[in-house]
């Protein structure tokens, strides 16, 4: 409980970028293009994969929920941070601060399960071809989609009971664009070491298990992809995987760069930057990597470009 010459915080400062308001101009207009694009790119993928039968695949069909997850993903964040760098800061309730970060946490872990669900689909197709139909059918498929979605809301409203449980009697200034969990936790006057853990132990499970498992995928399929005879068959089924590895890579690389690979002294003005990596270029690259390098994708496209003409 905060004392009587405390003041209980009920609103959150987020700062922003500071150091480049000079060239806010600039900057939003660079943020603004980059959503528009994630918007459009990932939209017309979900309406792609929907609506032409030649796309209803299992990668397809899980990259529908990728591109459902980026859109949530930076429609949680991006919009109030155009706001906050046009006004050069911005607040937010402390609830509304609160399930920011809730939907940030989803779309973290959903993906993180999502990827490793399509590194099964690329180890069945690569490594266990005769039996990829069978196993990959829609009905798994469909599984893989729902507990994707269902483990992060099943898991993490638990540390979110503790979190609404916090005061906050003290500074209320938050040197980020968005409610990342760090900045506001530093915050608090509650001891927060229990929620710390919880937040530990569901990253484990959502983030470090899927890794391992797309980790030991990809050793699998490099492995039968070094066995083949011909140059030509290893280039065919290295191609079928390459979009999927450079997402992964990315979501991965940006996660391990922000939470691992961090100064201790400058970590929260360091993580708002690397920050931007996952929350705007991660979901800004992924349509990309699928629409552009994807032969049927590129079919899908052009025959809904000549129907709409």
Known sequence: MCQQ???????FLLLGFQSVY?????????VF?????ILAGNILIVTLVSTNHHLQVPMFYLLKHLALVDLLFTTNIVPNMLYIILMEGGHITTTG?????YVHCICIYTQSVILAAMSLDRYMAICQPLHYSSVMNPKLCFQLAFWSWAA????????FLLIFQLHFCGPNVIDH???DFAPFLK???????IIRWQDFTISVLLIFFPFLFVLGSYIRIFITIFKMATTAGKKKAFSTCSSHLATVSTHYGALVTIYVFTKTGDSLYENKWKSLLYTVLTPFINPMLYSMRNKEFRKALTKLTHIMR
């Open 97 to 101: 601060c609160f399930v920011q970060y």
């Open 177 to 179: 664009f968005f409610c």
């Open 22 to 30: 000079k060239l806010k101009a600039l900057l939003f207009t660079l």
């Open 5 to 11: 010459n405390e003041t209980i915080v009920t609103q």
């Open 152 to 159: 992060g809301f099943l898991l993490i409203p638990c540390q």
């Open 187 to 193: 915050l608090s006057s509650s001891n927060t070491e």
């Open 33 to 37: 293009l980059v959503y528009m694009i």
